[in-house]
């Protein structure tokens, strides 16, 4: 059901027409939306310039009143209580016309970004599936009263918009959840299964779109490899020009009250300058926007891929010195999450592990479910010993997942020719050693740092080792 207007005859009459005289809303603020419990949610929209504007919200006698400006504008924030899965109201009135909107739920809102593999519905891609899509639709409607999804539409722009396109709120039905993001979805189901709370995702992605993409030009003017007429030259792929994502989609968006971000994105940067500090500084500005503090931000690390000149491995690094760089940010592993048949496939069919991963962060570091491991096993220091290299690793005290078998490891001498490494385990010091018959001195190990080397590392929880180098300069 979408939004109830109510009219009157003054109110036709009033400014001289319909037009001026109805109140206006972006879609996010509609029918079915979730707003972020126990905060005070912002709304915002447009009405007759210079007039009162009075909120009521079905939860509260409390009611709240503010005046548009000289163009029409309007912005309050309303107190909203503990989630709850009983449906709201709110109805916005100026002058004669009234607005309400139905079906609201309290819960948790999180803005989910990036390029394609945040995208990605629940139907797939061409020649691109989701691995248990078909199933996932045809069971979406368990979540009907627990999961909303907002999309926001493609709609490049040289300024920033006012209102961004889409962004309408769905309920979550099989006739509507193949077009639901799939990660997010899978971060979704996770979170109100384990919460017990209603779950609202907002995603704001575009495919093959890179960080510069979804940065004011303020900023850009700063990044001497951008460059800022590239936002408006159509000899330029559209999806890799600076800043139009910025514009069209997320600030406009940037109102909306949230818990957090999520973030899947890097393809589109491989081999690029700078993506570390460009992320961090992504961060910390849409952070400004927001004004809500230093809001969580959890970012996915690019899976493996057949980039060419292992540049992907690259990008992964530099998204894990991202994650240090960033306050309050966290890093999930995906290097064991592809199939050997995917070497050439950017979007690999396992979402709903990625979501699932992301979603054990949020539980852990958001909402302080300690138990819940979210940190995979990362490179620490090591020892050289003679014809081995000892590892020394963080986020494994409880050992690991297997002590032979183990792939991905790499060593080489003073050569830097990496060879295949033989690896066992210490289980007492929880330690990983690594050697190669053919380094007799070694100098450095690396661990699925290769555009496509999958590993098969795991802490006991379940998570995946970082790919690393020792060697990095």
Known sequence: MKRTILFTLSSLLLAGG????????????????????????????????????KISCSWSTTGYTTTTDVNGDWEIQVQTPSASFEPRSIRIENGKDKVVLNDLLIGEVWFCSGQSNMEMPLRGFWHCPIEDGNHTIATAGQYR??????????????TPRKYPSGGEWKTCTPLEAPDFGATAYYFAT??????????????????????????????????????LSDANNDQITEYLRPMIMYNGLLKPSSKYTIKGFLW?????????????????TMVDHWRSLWSEGELPFYLVEIAPYEYGEDKGALLREQQAIAAHLIPNSGIVSTNDLVEPYERKQIHPKDKRTVGYRLAYMALNKSYGLHTIACESPEYERMEIKGNEITLYLKHVEEGFNRDNGIQGFEIAGQDKQFHPAEVRIDGNKR??????????KPTAVRYGFRDFLIGNLYNTQGLPLLPFRTDRE
């Open 431 to 440: 330690t990983v050693i690594v050697s190669s018959p053919e380094v007799a």
């Open 190 to 227: 996770l979170l109100t299964d384990v919460l017990q709370v209603p779950v609202g995702i907002i995603n704001c992605s575009w495919g093959g779109s890179t960080v510069e993409g979804w940065l004011p030009e303020e900023i850009l003017k700063g990044y001497p490899d951008v460059k």
């Open 18 to 53: 319909l037009a001026q005289a109805e109140i206006k809303l972006p879609n996010l603020i509609g029918d079915n939306m979730v707003l972020q419990q126990e905060t005070k949610a912002r709304l915002w929209g447009e009405a007759l310039p210079n007039t009162e504007v």
């Open 264 to 280: 899947y994105q890097g393809e589109s940067n491989v081999g690029r300058p700078d993506y570390a500090k460009r992320l961090a």
């Open 145 to 158: 009263n627990r999961l909303r999804y907002a999309t926001i539409a493609h709609e490049a722009a040289l």
